[in-house]
């Protein structure tokens, strides 16, 4: 029955002769390039944090995978400004060993050390970029030989204030969040500022209105540093008398308080280039939903 439907038909036919070629001359460059590409590195915790009592906090690396890995952990202080993620060099909290090889099955541990004093309130609010080294011998391959992936995993690292409720844990620690609509050319956006000692994890955020109920995103929205303003898009068709919603923290999804504030002003972080643009859609190395760890396949991601 195939057959004969296929011979009825030249360019279907022809089209299906295409096909089989053009999967018999990727075939030989797909199969190593599936072969190549590393496991995840296993990282944790997800959510390192150097209290202000203590001076450094431990981040283990695990590789899985049936090669050998070489990583290098860079630090990067982390800020928010104009409702964006701003990333710059710094010389406040360093990881040790800086460069680690892990051969396969086996773990290492990279202490994140503070080398000054712990920041005076507020939590600093820090990005750790775990970054794949390509392996020599693949470094060299001639061009097109194979596709080679670099894997790069990004996580969030909070320092403590000394003299902050958060250091103390208190209830004072928590954030405190209120959000206004805004409106910028055609698109509106819900911008959030957090007036508490540390950050706010958005989750399972969506605008509310009687029983409708409109995601700004699935899972993981993004962070809002202590004392920062970020925003973000409102989806279409958002009731402008809407009630935003939101998991802080993990905590169960409550109403986030309408207020028009607008954000404090604060220092420009220094304008150093740096090679690590972290995303918000962050995933765990297993592939499960977000939590502060995001593996990439090329620079930038």
Same mark, same amino acid.
Do not use: C
């Given at each position: 029955?195939? =057959?004969?439907?296929? @011979? $009825?038909?030249?360019?279907?036919?022809? @089209?299906?002769?295409? &096909?089989?070629?053009?999967?018999?001359?990727?075939?030989?460059?797909?199969?190593?390039?599936?072969?190549?590409?590393?496991?995840?590195?296993?990282?944790?915790?997800?959510?390192?944090?150097?209290?202000?009592?203590?001076?450094? =906090?431990?981040?283990? &690396?695990?590789?899985?995978?049936?090669?050998?890995?070489?990583?290098? /952990? $860079?630090?990067?202080?982390?800020?928010?400004?104009?409702?964006?993620?701003?990333?710059?060099?710094? %010389?406040?909290?360093?990881?040790?060993?800086?460069?680690?090889?892990?051969?396969?099955?086996?773990?290492?541990?990279?202490?994140?050390?503070?080398?000054?004093?712990?920041?005076?309130?507020? !939590?600093?609010?820090?990005?750790?970029? +775990?970054?794949?080294?390509?392996?020599?011998?693949?470094?060299?391959? *001639?061009? =097109?030989? #194979?596709?080679?992936? $670099?894997?790069?995993?990004?996580?969030?690292?909070?320092?403590?204030?000394?003299?902050?409720?958060?250091?103390?844990?208190?209830?004072?620690?928590?954030?405190?969040?209120?959000?206004?609509?805004?409106?910028?050319?055609?698109?509106?956006? #819900?911008?959030?500022?957090?007036?508490? !000692?540390?950050?706010?994890?958005?989750?399972?955020?969506?605008?509310? @209105?009687?029983?409708?109920?409109?995601?700004?995103?699935?899972?993981?929205?993004?962070? /809002?540093?202590?004392?920062?303003?970020?925003?973000?898009?409102?989806?279409? %068709?958002?009731?402008?008398?809407?009630?935003?919603?939101?998991? +802080?923290?993990?905590?169960?999804?409550?109403?986030?308080? &309408?207020?028009?504030?607008?954000?404090?002003?604060? !220092?420009?972080? *220094?304008?150093?280039?740096?090679?690590?643009?972290? @995303?918000?859609?962050?995933?765990?190395?297993?592939?499960?939903?977000?939590?502060?760890?995001?593996?990439?396949?090329?620079?930038?991601?």
């Amino acid at each position: 029955m195939v =057959g004969r439907t296929v @011979s $009825r038909h030249p360019l279907l036919r022809a @089209s299906m002769a295409l &096909l089989a070629l053009a999967l018999l001359l990727l075939g030989p460059l797909a199969a190593p390039a599936a072969a190549r590409r590393p496991g995840a590195v296993l990282i944790w915790p997800v959510h390192p944090v150097i209290e202000a009592d203590r001076r450094a =906090g431990a981040l283990w &690396l695990e590789n899985p995978g049936k090669t050998t890995v070489t990583l290098q /952990v $860079r630090v990067f202080a982390w800020a928010q400004r104009e409702g964006k993620n701003l990333y710059a060099e710094q %010389g406040d909290v360093v990881a040790t060993p800086p460069v680690v090889t892990i051969a396969p099955g086996a773990k290492q541990l990279v202490r994140v050390t503070r080398l000054g004093a712990p920041p005076p309130r507020f !939590e600093a609010a820090y990005r750790i970029i +775990v970054d794949e080294i390509p392996a020599p011998a693949a470094a060299a391959a *001639p061009p =097109g030989a #194979a596709i080679a992936f $670099r894997m790069r995993y990004s996580l969030p690292l909070f320092v403590r204030g000394a003299g902050s409720a958060a250091a103390a844990g208190g209830d004072r620690a928590a954030p405190r969040l209120a959000w206004r609509r805004g409106v910028e050319g055609d698109e509106a956006f #819900a911008e959030i500022h957090n007036a508490g !000692e540390r950050h706010a994890r958005l989750t399972d955020v969506a605008i509310e @209105s009687g029983a409708r109920r409109l995601p700004l995103a699935e899972g993981l929205l993004g962070y /809002v540093l202590a004392g920062e303003t970020m925003r973000w898009p409102l989806p279409r %068709g958002a009731d402008p008398a809407g009630n935003l919603a939101a998991s +802080v923290n993990a905590l169960p999804a409550a109403p986030v308080p &309408l207020s028009p504030v607008r954000p404090r002003s604060k !220092e420009p972080l *220094p304008n150093a280039p740096v090679p690590a643009r972290p @995303s918000a859609d962050d995933r765990q190395p297993d592939g499960r939903a977000p939590d502060g760890l995001s593996p990439g396949n090329r620079a930038g991601e």
